[in-house]
């Protein structure tokens, strides 16, 4: 399952990412992925408890997709390390979107850079771009297991 955390920059290009994200799953070469674009927009980080109770929400809206018909998912607003650290816990991802870097989820080596703008802008990917390398290294990890 394709599991993406969105972090850093401003909910509105957290947002338009999380579209693209979707779009750009559906357009694909190698078939479709749908791509369900999920937000937990309450409560705001501020205290030890309201960042264990946005973990455990994501935890629970992540497991709730398996079985499901969607490829995988979209956490579009990922506001603080314990949210991403069950992310990566099953198997996902952390990108990292252009713009002011999160104060509070850390930037772990292998992290995609990513935009919300078509094509690129310097080193951060867009959504076509960011997806397909993640396919790419999906299919890598498949190749090297059965060698």
Known sequence: ??????????????????????????RMAGGPRRLARLAICSPEPGKMHDEIMRAERTRDRIDDMR????????????????????????????????????DSVV????????????????HYLDAVEALSELSLAAKGKRSTKGA
């Open 1 to 26: 399952m394709i599991l993406i955390g969105l972090a850093g920059s401003t909910m509105a290009r957290r947002d338009n990412m999380g579209l693209a994200l979707v779009d750009a799953g559906l």
């Open 67 to 102: 079985g499901s018909s969607f490829s995988g998912a979209v956490m579009v607003h990922v506001m603080c390390e314990a949210e991403a650290k069950v992310i990566r816990a099953r198997g996902g991802e952390i990108w990292h979107v252009e713009g002011m870097p999160s």
């Open 107 to 122: 930037i772990h080596w292998g992290d995609r850079l990513v935009t919300d703008t078509e094509g690129g802008n310097r």
